[in-house]
């Protein structure tokens, strides 16, 4: 039984390579321009990939805690291309998941 428990525990990629190719698709991503959108699209996928490995790597608490404040991450970080008041609570947002992150690691 914990054979079965440790294979299921054990991710796929690392975060790390998570982070590296997030880099990867936002570089080519922005890099190259089409008339598609799909370079667009990848360079989005690519700073979504960054910021969520990088959260994830931050935080030092248990896995909910770690995809929440991923989760949030990825919310808020679009809010702070708008204006006014929406651009306030993305900036809150974030600043909700540095203080997040910033707790777990202390708490230990």
Do not use: C, N
Not at 10 to 25: A, D, H, N, Q, R
Not at 74 to 90: N, T
């Amino acid at each position: 039984m914990d054979a079965l428990q440790k294979s299921s525990r054990t991710p796929s990629l690392p975060e790390s390579s998570i982070v590296l190719l997030g880099i990867l698709f936002a570089t080519v991503g922005l890099t190259f321009r089409d008339s598609f959108g799909f370079t667009s699209l990848l360079a989005a996928i690519g700073i979504g990939l960054v910021i969520a490995g990088t959260v994830y790597i931050a935080v030092e608490g248990p896995e909910a805690v770690r995809l929440s404040l991923v989760f949030v991450s990825l919310v808020a970080l679009p809010l702070l291309s708008y204006g006014g008041v929406v651009r306030w609570i993305g900036g809150s947002m974030i600043g909700a998941v540095i203080a997040g992150a910033l707790y777990t690691r202390i708490s230990k």
